[in-house]
């Protein structure tokens, strides 16, 4: 059974850097077609990709974002995280960690709400 | 960059069938994938690969995709079918995925 689990602060500055954690159990990170990405949703809007990383560590970023965004894994520690610099109240949003089975997203984490504010 | 337009709002009495659509310039020539939301919960993966249908998935929920339009059909709307929608491809030349504006399903 897949699960995916986010981890990270609920509430940041503005500003400041928002570190995400994604614990994975199910599947390797290392399986090839699988990969995690990151993906928001602002309260009562519509879904946002933020990263994803691929079994083979190739990386991708949302073009838009792509300056404040690092996605790294641990394979060992089956984690995936996300860091996101200088945060911003429009930032405020639930962050899900998400795998994907090749280029669509099978497994989805509850997802986090992270809230920046002052 | 590439924008998926959905409707915003369907509109369905039970029994019914509901038809949402997400377009795009070629949009056939790529694989599309439809999830589900629920109020409260995390996305559902309903239909992939255009019209593949993961495991636990009713034959009521269906996909199509030719030319400018991708198109997830609900037959026999439920009450349970109420939620957002949301398209998703994979955009090769730029490396992005890309998630439809999204479609707010009402049962009447």
């Known amino acids: 059974q897949v699960t995916l689990k986010e981890s990270g602060p609920v509430l940041v500055k503005p500003t400041e850097t928002l570190t995400l954690t994604c614990s994975v159990s199910g599947f390797s990170l290392s399986n090839d077609g699988m990969g995690v990405s990151w993906i928001r949703q602002p309260p009562g809007k519509a879904l946002e990709w933020l990263a994803h990383i691929f079994s083979s560590d190739e990386k991708s970023y949302n073009t838009s974002l792509k300056s404040r965004l690092t996605i790294s894994k641990d394979t060992s520690k089956s984690q995936v995280v996300l860091t996101m610099t200088n945060m911003d109240p429009m930032d405020t949003a639930t962050y899900h960690c998400?795998?994907?089975?090749?280029?669509?997203?099978?497994?989805w984490g509850q997802g986090t709400l992270v809230s920046v504010s002052s | 960059s590439y924008v998926l337009t959905q409707p915003p709002s369907v509109s369905v009495a039970p029994g019914q069938t509901a038809r949402i659509t997400c377009g795009e310039n070629n949009i056939g020539s790529k694989a599309v994938n439809w999830y589900q939301q629920r109020p409260g919960q995390a996305p559902v993966l309903v239909v992939y690969?255009?019209?593949d249908r993961p495991s636990g998935i009713p034959d009521r929920i269906s996909g199509s995709n030719s030319g400018n339009t991708a198109t997830l059909t609900i037959s026999r709307v439920e009450a349970g079918d109420e939620a957002d929608y949301y398209c998703q491809v994979w955009e090769s030349s730029s490396d992005q995925y890309v998630f439809g504006t999204g479609t707010k399903v009402t049962v009447l």
């Open positions: 690969d255009d019209s």
């Open positions: 998400v795998a994907a089975t090749w280029y669509y997203f099978e497994y």
